[in-house]
């Protein structure tokens, strides 16, 4: 089992950059495929992008496609979201947790606290 601890968010200019970090904890992380998911309240929880176990594959939404990217450092045991050229719809509380769909469906537990974004206009 995975535990996962999510930092980095905060309030940014639509434009700007911030990089989310996931500390997790468990030994079957280095060997978990990985995903950053989002959610705005009232809205479901929406996948933004997956990192195989290895870290040789990404997955990414089509809305963040091109501006997000999704790293891991297995000997760190940590995951991250570097968000580039942020917009207003990107405001949302980030979650990491393991997804071994690849952004095909869900986790359906394992959830943190997450981490807030605001991008403001």
């Known amino acids: 089992q995975v535990q996962v601890v999510e930092s980095g968010g905060g309030l940014v200019q639509a434009g700007g950059s911030l990089r989310l970090s996931c500390a997790a904890s468990?030994?079957?992380?280095?060997?978990?495929?990985m995903g950053w998911f989002r959610q705005v309240p009232g809205k479901e929880r929406e996948f933004v992008a997956a990192?195989?176990?290895?870290?040789?594959?990404?997955y990414y939404a089509n809305s963040v496609k091109g501006r997000f990217t999704i790293s891991r450092d297995n000997a760190k045991n940590t995951l991250y979201l570097q968000m580039d050229t942020l917009k207003p719809e990107d405001t949302a509380v980030y979650y990491c947790n393991r997804d071994p769909s690849l952004g095909l469906s869900l986790p359906s537990d394992g959830w943190g606290q997450g981490t807030q974004v605001t991008v403001s206009s």
């Open positions: 990192i195989s176990w290895t870290g040789r594959s990404t």
């Open positions: 468990g030994h079957t992380f280095s060997t978990s495929a």
